[in-house]
């Protein structure tokens, strides 16, 4: 049987995948980029890749007219300002289309909306529910609150708030109550709902068993990491003070933490929890899973992170729009040095930034990514989801792969900080030496002073990198 899988380079539909497959299914995978998925290939056989675009829908017409099963696991969130309104359109265009074909059943994971004042986010997740089901098929939707795992957006900012502010001072909304799920949790509940009659068109929440609030999820991730936290309450910050207070402290961008700051002051409790009842299913606890998060991190197993969206940077692009570096009208800053080991130069190569660093003036990295951070960018704070694979897609600190291949020894990175203008860093071995070329396409008369205020800089760690990428040893 095949399912339709939208949302495939997603948090969730990356670990969706691999469920599916031992299960059997044969599975479209929907992305925007092809050049983002990057499945195992033990599983290429299982699986077919389309390209669509659910607010196009011209793109609509790759989906396949003979699928049993569609997931829709897409959202828009701080995408844009309106984009409320583009989920409900593509809610609209999905529904049109899977009229078209013999789908059976449409599973939808949704927010819980059980507050009597809904955020612009919730609220939006709820149109696309009532959407969905004025559709020919079956429709089961399951609304989460919190979920806990490595990666998620909800996990990094509590381990981000946790791991470095004993002491905090903090938004009043840190006393709303939720009831958190853990991702492991999430995932058996969407694939045991599928094919399963009991559910279809049925509607329910899905939680752990715990409501806590929280600064007492803060309380109980400091615990499990043996650390003694301090937190006190103020009712003075204004919903702008709080979206710079999460966006200073954690790797969340500003448009998405002013959106999660606007949910947060809501409670997401559930009530209705008849699948979970169907599925006699027990979840986790809150504890449990913070400790099996920790467990993938250690093992450096993290399959997903919220971080490798575009939402997390400032740019929503195809990857093909740039992977082609411009060189008319552009600066660059080329340099060529001898490798004394090829196979450490390359290890060296695919752990740059994140923990590794960046090799030579690490602390000009680290103010570089400040300043950034200051004017609203990303900064150094999303790190990198693997440290030692890199693939098309990834962040990694302040830049977005855009190519990454160890046969080809290339690997081309673009710029998501704050700049006038764009800027490229591309990593090339030629026989025994490596091309290092940084390129900035300027924006203005702006964007060329730029360029020459940081010269100085440039000579410096690139001078630096180039050298300690040939000479170093892992």
Same mark, same amino acid.
């Given at each position: @049987?095949?399912?339709?899988l939208t949302g495939a380079t997603g ?19 929907? %992305? *925007? ?30 989906? =396949?007219?003979?699928?049993?099963? &569609? ?41 819980? %909306? ?10 939006? #997740?709820?149109? /696309?529910? /009532?959407?969905? *089901? ?27 708030? %946790?791991?470095?502010? =004993? ?14 799920? +853990? ?33 007492? @999820? ?5 615990? %499990? #990491? ?9 009712? /003075? ?24 700051v606007d949910s947060m002051k809501v ?15 027990? =979840? ?81 990295? *680290? ?16 790190? *990198? ?6 693939h098309a897609g990834d962040t990694l ?6 190519? &990454? ?11 998501? @900080?704050?700049? =006038? +203008? ?6 090339? /071995? ?7 070329? &940084? ?36």
């Amino acid at each position: @049987m095949k399912v339709l899988l939208t949302g495939a380079t997603g948090y969730i539909g990356k670990r969706l995948l691999p469920v599916l497959i031992d299960k059997g299914y044969y599975v479209i995978c929907c %992305v *925007r980029d092809k050049n983002k998925f990057h499945p195992e290939e033990s599983i290429k056989n299982k699986i077919e890749i389309i390209e669509i675009d659910l607010n196009n829908k011209t793109t609509l017409s790759n989906i =396949p007219k003979d699928i049993d099963f &569609a997931y829709y696991l897409v959202h828009s969130m701080s995408t844009t300002k309106d984009y409320d309104r583009l989920e409900k359109k593509s809610a609209i265009n999905f529904r049109e289309k899977l009229n078209e074909t013999n789908v059976k059943q449409v599973i939808y994971l949704s927010g819980i %909306v059980n507050s009597q004042t809904l955020s612009k986010h919730l609220n939006s #997740r709820k149109n /696309v529910e /009532v959407e969905l *089901r004025k559709g020919k098929y079956t429709l089961t939707t399951v609304r989460a609150g919190i979920i806990i795992g490595s990666g998620s957006a909800s996990f990094e900012i509590i381990r981000d708030l %946790v791991e470095k502010l =004993p002491i905090m001072i903090t938004p009043k909304w840190l006393k709303t109550k939720c009831q958190p799920i +853990g991702i492991s949790d999430v995932i058996k509940i969407l694939t045991g709902i599928l094919n399963n009659e009991n559910t279809f068109n049925k509607s329910s929440d899905i939680a752990g068993d715990e409501i806590l609030t929280y600064k007492e @999820m803060l309380l109980e991730f400091a615990s %499990v #990491r043996g650390l003694k936290r301090y937190i006190w309450t103020i009712p /003075v910050m204004t919903p702008k003070l709080s979206s710079y207070w999460l966006y200073f402290i954690t790797s969340t961008s500003y448009k998405l933490a002013i959106s999660l700051v606007d949910s947060m002051k809501v409670e997401v409790i559930a009530r209705d929890k008849e699948i979970l009842r169907l599925l006699d299913f027990n =979840p986790l606890s809150y504890k449990d899973c913070v400790k099996q998060a920790f467990k993938k991190i250690e093992q450096n197993e993290i399959v997903s992170s919220w971080k490798d969206s575009t939402v997390s940077g400032r740019l929503d692009f195809k990857i093909s729009d740039y992977i082609k570096v411009p060189e008319f009208g552009c600066y660059k800053d080329i340099r060529k040095e001898h490798i004394i080991d090829l196979s450490s130069c390359i290890e060296n190569i695919w752990r740059i930034g994140g923990e590794t660093g960046w090799y030579y003036a690490n602390w000009l990295w *680290r103010l570089r990514g400040f300043i950034d951070k200051v004017f609203g960018g990303v900064g150094l704070r999303r790190g *990198r989801t693997n440290n030692s694979n890199i693939h098309a897609g990834d962040t990694l600190d302040f830049w977005r792969v855009l190519y &990454a291949s160890k046969v080809e020894k290339r690997l081309l990175l673009f710029a998501e @900080m704050k700049l =006038p +203008g764009e800027a490229w860093l591309e990593f090339q /071995v030629q026989g025994n030496s490596l091309i290092q070329t &940084a390129t900035f396409r300027p924006k203005g008369l702006f964007g060329r002073m730029y360029w020459y205020a940081v010269l100085p800089f440039h000579s410096i760690i690139f001078r630096g990198l180039i050298k300690r990428l040939t000479n170093l040893n892992t």
